[in-house]
Nanobody, 121 residues
């Protein structure tokens, strides 16, 4: 079974930066599309970014494009999300996910336990 463990969240001021990490095990990491999603209090999951298995292609939600960068190190079974110019509306629990949700709910894919990102002055 896939095991995903996120880390790197914290409290940061608006305009600040964070790098989230996700360590994967239990499956062939480099053969899988990976994603980051987030969930703000009282809301559903929101797709943030995805990257192909080899890391050659990535995509971003309009709300984070130009500020966030997804990357991966297949030798380390690791997925990253570099977040710059953080805004208060980026406050959420961030999860890495194996693959991409077919129904848009993100409850149909393996996810980690999440790491909290709070952007506040």
């Amino acid at each position: 079974a896939a095991v995903l463990v996120e880390s790197g969240g914290g409290l940061v001021q608006p305009g600040g930066s964070l790098r989230l990490s996700c360590t994967a095990s239990g499956f062939t990491f480099g053969a899988n599309f990976m994603s980051w999603v987030r969930q703000a209090p009282g809301k559903g999951f929101e797709w943030v970014s995805s990257i192909t298995g080899g890391g050659e292609s990535s995509s971003y939600a309009p709300s984070v494009k130009g500020r966030f960068t997804i990357s991966r190190d297949n030798a380390k079974n690791a997925l990253y999300l570099h977040m710059n110019n953080l805004k208060t509306e980026d406050t959420a629990m961030y999860y890495c996910a194996k693959g991409f949700s077919r129904d848009g709910t993100w409850t149909d894919v393996d996810r980690g336990q999440g790491t909290q990102v709070t952007v506040s002055s």
